[in-house]
Nanobody, 124 residues
Framework: QLQLVESGGGLVQPGGSLRLSCAASGFTLDYYAIGWFRQAPGKEREGVSCISSSDGNTYYADSVKGRFTISRDNAKNTVYLQMNSLKPEDTAVYYC?????????????????WGKGTLVTVSS
């Protein structure tokens, strides 16, 4: 059974950092592209970043470029999202997703495999 489990969320002050982890079980992570999405209260789920399965190419939403870094450790079957210089508008539930890169880029409605999410709150 394919499972994705996020961890690392929490409360952080503006300007602070967090590292989210997405651990996979039931499948080999390196065969899938992995994406991070987020959903703020009252808003639609949006793509944040993704990393391809084959060449490790990375993609970022304009709102997080230069602040967030996605990486993968295939040996640990885990993908990470390092989030620096956090802003209050980054507050959201962050979800990990696995699928073909084309589906991750197409948007949340196209993605087949999801974790349950981890809450990130940026507030003073």
């Amino acid at each position: 059974q394919l499972q994705l489990v996020e961890s690392g969320g929490g409360l952080v002050q503006p300007g602070g950092s967090l590292r989210l982890s997405c651990a996979a079980s039931g499948f080999t992570l390196d065969y899938y592209a992995i994406g991070w999405f987020r959903q703020a209260p009252g808003k639609e789920r949006e793509g944040v970043s993704c990393i391809s399965s084959s060449d490790g190419n990375t993609y970022y939403a304009d709102s997080v470029k230069g602040r967030f870094t996605i990486s993968r450790d295939n040996a640990k079957n885990t993908v990470y999202l390092q989030m620096n210089s956090l802003k209050p508008e980054d507050t959201a539930v962050y979800y990990c997703a696995a699928d073909d890169l084309s589906r991750l880029v197409a948007g949340p409605s196209a993605v087949n495999y999801w974790g349950k999410g981890t809450l990130v709150t940026v507030s003073s």
